[in-house]
């Protein structure tokens, strides 16, 4: 059976939440939570699968980006705030509980989600940003940086020094990415190179530099990489993100402090007990999972968890779809008998 992508409204008196929707509303629910700067068609590939295979998979566009409320101080943008809204939108489908997926700054809300409110998450997957119980924060992430590959007097802040940047030179990172957003969609959408892996990854320069794409004060002028975007989701990344302006998007950077004191009162030291999957992705040498430190603390605070390895970049979703897919099913019917649905005949 064909399921049709439905375009649906959240609303609350604190946030407005737009979310795509797909499959039999009575089916068990799966939430996608995408990252920077992404939309909730960037599950375009997950949401007709999932449906095809009993499920009803959602995919909201976080605060800040598409038809969702953009909130105008950059405080609103902490992990705890979209924590909320996930919850306003469970309650608003009608759940007690959901499997989340979340990929890029989605991980953390939904790893917030699960540390949090464990009783509103069946289970939880994450794309390429693991589980970090101190909270996704510069503080954090430095401390496990591979010395061996970004030397601590050249690189002080390691990959992370991009986000340093945010915080230190807001406006400027906005303007730049809104000098030309079609060409800031072509630059950021692409796929993973293998000949990156072992290399100093380009954000660990971005201070140095003078900002994004080495201080030139706009994107770099590069061809689509349809691996990962088609001509319509360009058009359609680029029309929300001139609407919405970069404010929203770059300001989930700005609040570490946020974050960490939010993941330090998680109770239980934020020790999840679900079934947890991890998908580290082999060619993302900015969230560097296999050779660093990063999945560390994941690893030590997880009582269930799966780990699977995907020769793809940032975007897993879209270059890999099939591997992503394949990988997310099998883990929700091991670890989800009851929920799983037969495959419909068509």
Not at 186 to 208: D, E, I, L, Q, Y
Request: hydrophobic share 40%.
């Amino acid at each position: 059976m064909y399921h049709p992508i439905t375009e649906h409204v959240c609303r609350t008196p604190r946030h407005t939440t737009f979310y795509l929707s797909c499959g039999a509303q009575d089916a068990p629910l799966l939430v996608f939570v995408h990252g920077w700067p992404d939309l909730g068609i960037g599950w375009r590939h997950q949401l007709r699968c999932f449906a095809a295979l009993g499920f009803r998979a959602v995919a909201p566009d976080m605060r800040g980006y598409g038809r969702s409320t953009v909130h105008r101080d950059k405080g609103a943008y902490a992990i705890e705030e979209s924590v909320a809204d996930m919850l306003e939108l469970l309650a608003h489908l009608g759940r007690d509980r959901a499997i989340w997926v979340g990929h890029d700054w989605g991980t953390p809300v939904v790893w917030g989600l699960a540390a949090h409110h464990p009783e509103r998450c069946a289970g939880v997957a994450g794309l390429c940003v693991p589980y970090l119980p101190a909270g996704f924060a510069p503080p954090v992430l430095i401390p496990l940086v591979d010395r061996s590959i970004y030397p601590e007097d050249r690189f002080p802040a390691g990959q992370w020094d991009y986000q340093l940047y945010y915080e230190e030179h807001f406006e400027d990172a906005q303007r730049v990415f809104e000098a030309d957003v079609p060409a800031t969609v072509r630059a950021m959408f692409r796929k993973g190179n293998p000949k990156g892996r072992g290399r100093p990854a380009k954000f660990a320069t971005t201070r140095s530099d003078g900002g994004h794409f080495g201080g030139l004060g706009r994107a770099i002028d590069l061809p689509l990489d349809t691996d990962i975007l088609g001509e319509e989701e360009l058009h359609h990344y680029a029309a929300t993100l001139e609407r919405n302006g970069f404010f929203g998007p770059d300001a989930w950077y700005v609040n570490g402090a946020r974050n960490m004191a939010f993941a330090q009162r998680a109770p239980g030291g934020g020790r999840l007990r679900m079934p947890v999957l991890f998908f580290h992705a082999e060619n993302d040498f900015v969230c560097e999972t296999l050779e660093s430190r990063l999945a560390g603390p994941m690893r030590a605070h997880c009582d269930d968890l799966t780990e699977l390895r995907v020769p793809t970049g940032h975007w897993m979703a879209m270059e890999r779809p099939q591997d992503v897919n394949a990988g997310l099913a099998k883990w929700l019917a091991l670890k989800f008998p009851r929920l799983w649905g037969p495959p419909e005949a068509g």
